[in-house]
């Protein structure tokens, strides 16, 4: 089935660094999502992405969708602590309606 | 609205022991998730309904485990015997829009320890 690779696993940064992660698979995606995960609760979608090359902002978050249609890429810029959490990138599965498919997720520790 | 519900947020049950997880989704969504979150295996989905019929099933890992929707607002996975390797996060997720399905609302899911 489709398989969604998400780098780095873990990050641990001082809080004002930017930060960058990214997400790939080997099948392509029509659309492209990220969601955040804080403690103890479930994800929150962030941002939603559509067409290849496109790049979206949601406040100190910025998302691309690759050109190849294969990958994504998550910015936040300017990290704070409330940052902290699991990004998770997620892509509808190979029909049209079926659930997402969710990668493994990139856990962020920032450092105050 | 209230977003989804999960009950109770946190269960610790004996091995063997039977297991009931409930959801109450977000009115007015016709599709719903079971999800299963573990450090090694990320989220799993294990069933999803869509108007109150389950479409599939695949991802439930074995008989033991069963879902059941019986009606627009309320949902419940059973697990019986509950055994120590179930022990997980299970979130329940609903969205209004089947066709896409692509804007989740997650509860804030329940906590399974089994001992």
């Known amino acids: 089935g489709q398989q969604l690779n998400q780098s780095p696993q873990s990050m641990f940064i001082q809080e004002g660094e930017d930060v960058s992660m990214n997400c790939t698979s080997s099948?392509?995606?029509?659309?492209w999502l990220w969601y955040k995960q804080e403690p103890g609760e479930g994800p929150v979608l962030l941002i939603a992405l559509y067409k290849a090359g496109e790049l979206t902002s949601n406040g100190r978050l910025t998302a691309q969708f690759g050109i190849t249609r294969k990958d994504s890429f998550l910015n936040i810029s300017a990290s704070i602590p409330s940052d902290v959490g699991i990004y998770f990138c997620?892509?509808?599965?190979?029909?049209?309606?079926?659930?997402?498919?969710f990668g493994k997720g990139t856990r962020l520790s920032v450092i105050a | 609205d209230a977003g989804v519900i999960q009950s109770p947020r946190h269960e610790v049950t004996e091995m063997g022991q039977e297991v009931t997880l409930r959801c109450k989704p977000i009115s007015g969504h016709n599709s719903l998730f079971w999800y299963r979150q573990t450090m090694m295996r990320g989220l799993e989905l294990l069933i999803y309904f869509n108007n109150n019929v389950p479409i599939d099933d695949s991802g439930m890992p074995e008989d033991r485990f069963s879902a059941k929707m019986p009606n627009a607002s309320f949902s419940t996975l059973k697990i019986q015997p509950s055994e120590p390797r179930d022990s997980a996060v299970y979130f329940c997720a609903t969205t209004g829009n089947s066709a896409t399905n692509e804007k989740l609302f997650f509860g804030s899911g329940t906590q399974l320890s089994v001992l």
């Open positions: 099948s392509i995606f029509n659309t």
């Open positions: 997620a892509g509808p599965g190979n029909s049209g309606n079926t659930p997402l498919v």
